[in-house]
């Protein structure tokens, strides 16, 4: 069974930091591009970032740009999401996710791209 498991949320004050990470097991990810998701009460899930098999493309979302680092570990089957200077604003369930490709050179940051999901991390930022 393929599983994406996410780890390092929870609750920090503004400008604080937190660690994502995401952990897969089942199958391996190394040559697929794996990101971060999230969602915020009442609204619609959005891209956060995302890094491709080599990590030679990366890309974030222009509200997580210069605060948010993703990066990746093939050998542990593991992506990870740096988030400094939280904002309240960053609030919201964080979802671990793979691309069904492998190979890409260019990120992709619509959700339909990705079709192996994580059960999802809460992340709270209070003001």
């Known amino acids: 069974q393929v599983q994406l498991l996410e780890s390092g949320g929870g609750l920090v004050q503004a400008g604080g930091s937190l660690r994502l990470s995401c952990v897969a097991s089942?199958?391996?990810?190394?040559?697929?591009?794996m990101g971060w998701f999230r969602q915020a009460p009442g609204k619609e899930r959005e891209f956060v970032a995302a890094?491709?098999?080599?990590?030679?493309?990366?890309s974030y979302a222009d509200s997580v740009r210069g605060r948010f680092t993703i990066s990746r570990d093939n050998a542990k089957k593991s992506v990870y999401l740096q988030m400094n200077n939280l904002k309240p604003e960053d609030t919201a369930v964080y979802y671990c996710?793979?691309?069904?490709?492998?190979?890409?050179?260019?990120?992709?940051?619509?959700?339909?791209?990705?079709?192996?999901w994580g059960q999802g991390t809460q992340v709270t930022v209070s003001s």
């Open positions: 890094i491709n098999w080599s990590g030679g493309r990366i």
């Open positions: 996710t793979a691309d069904r490709n492998t190979f890409s050179t260019v990120i992709v940051t619509t959700q339909t791209r990705y079709n192996f």
């Open positions: 089942g199958r391996t990810f190394s040559y697929n591009t």
